[in-house]
């Protein structure tokens, strides 16, 4: 087998923007939406206290066919390490044969792919005129979903964030400036005075067991849409199952990860105050309100793994990037 290997430098060498992840990721829940891909729920080890390692494979098929899968792990406790919470690998699969074709880095599709997720539910939920967003942890997501959003709707202006360190804030704001240059980036002294009065809320911390969920509904405007991506950690239960349209990334994954008994419990939605998922949402199945509160938990799936991934192989063999291994 002839494997092309690419690195996250030799990924980022690519330029590859969040608005073509976007365009990838939203094709991804469209076809899911379509009934096209084949997306089992993540499973996964834990071999340290809140540290997970995930299998995520998937087939995307339609006009894409694609398949491949990503064993990616969280470890809260890097960051006293000075690693990074997210890394893992890529496999892609030459759907016809089953070989594998490419194994790449994972940590730039994981970072940017989920991004993307949030600025493509922006598309979907957020109010058009939104000006203002907070985004609190401010770590490798806290900047990708910034610049997500800021590409997904046209008319903010105001970045409003938090992060428990100020170090972390203080480098944020730093890339954020290169990223965004023309955008107000306001560091909040706490996790209210970030929310407050802002139109999308994303919330970015680590994930745990058992969390304390540290955003009160009272912060928030009426008219907000609140976006997790770090399951129920951050937004208490009340903002989500109260809201007029409470929409996850996949429905079978939150119900799945639901019955395990360890995430969206304790008041979290169930089924029947799920309005759709994304992929209802851009098949054009369900329509959400682009008013009043509104709730996403974007757990991260794998449609958007192989789609980015999908997305890199195509460049890199363009340009002849990577290097050809013998397996
Ligand atoms: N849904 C998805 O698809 C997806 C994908 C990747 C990562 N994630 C999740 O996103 C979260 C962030 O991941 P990351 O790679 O950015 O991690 P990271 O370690 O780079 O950043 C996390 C940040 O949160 C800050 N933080 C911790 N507790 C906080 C609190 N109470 N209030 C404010 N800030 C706080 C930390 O200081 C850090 O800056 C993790 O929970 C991760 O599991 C989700």
Not at 74 to 97: H, R
Not at 166 to 192: H, M, N, W
Not at 207 to 234: G, M, Q, T
Not at 268 to 293: F, N
């Amino acid at each position: 087998m002839e494997v092309r290997v690419i690195s996250m430098k030799e990924i980022e060498s690519l330029g590859i923007s969040v608005v073509e992840v976007m365009e990838v990721v939203e094709k991804g829940f469209r076809l899911k939406g379509e009934g096209k891909v084949e997306l089992p729920a993540k499973i996964g080890i834990h071999p340290r206290h809140d540290c997970f390692i995930h299998a995520m494979p998937c087939f995307v098929g339609g006009e894409v066919d694609a398949a491949g899968i990503k064993w990616v792990s969280g470890y809260p406790i890097n960051q006293g390490k000075g690693l990074p919470y997210i890394s893992g690998v890529m496999c892609v699969n030459d759907p016809e044969t089953g070989f594998v074709k490419a194994i790449m880095d994972a940590s730039w599709i994981t970072a940017w792919r989920t991004g993307a997720a949030t600025g493509v539910c922006a598309r979907y939920m957020a109010d058009p005129d939104s000006e203002t967003i907070a985004v609190v942890g401010l770590g490798v997501q806290g900047r990708t979903n910034t610049v997500a959003l800021a590409k997904a709707l046209p008319n903010i202006k105001v970045i409003r964030a938090y992060d428990v360190y100020e170090s972390q804030a203080a480098k944020y704001k730093e890339t954020i400036r290169k990223d965004l240059p023309e955008f107000e980036i306001i560091l909040c002294g706490s996790v209210e005075e970030a929310v407050k009065g802002a139109d999308v809320v994303v919330t970015c911390t680590p994930i745990v067991a058992n969390p304390n969920r540290f955003v009160k509904s009272e912060w928030l405007k009426e008219d907000c849409l609140a976006i997790a991506v770090d399951y129920d950690s951050a937004f208490k239960a009340e903002i989500m199952v109260k809201a007029n349209a409470f929409v996850c990334d996949d429905k079978n994954q939150y119900l799945w990860t639901q019955k395990q008994g360890v995430y969206f419990q304790k008041g979290y939605p169930t089924e029947s105050e799920i309005l759709g998922d994304m992929g209802d949402l851009c098949a054009g199945k369900i329509k959400a309100p682009r008013k009043g509160r509104r709730g996403a938990v974007l757990m991260g799936i794998a449609s958007h793994d192989i789609m980015t991934a999908n997305l890199i192989l195509e460049k890199a063999q363009e340009k002849g990037i990577g290097k050809i291994v013998e397996i």
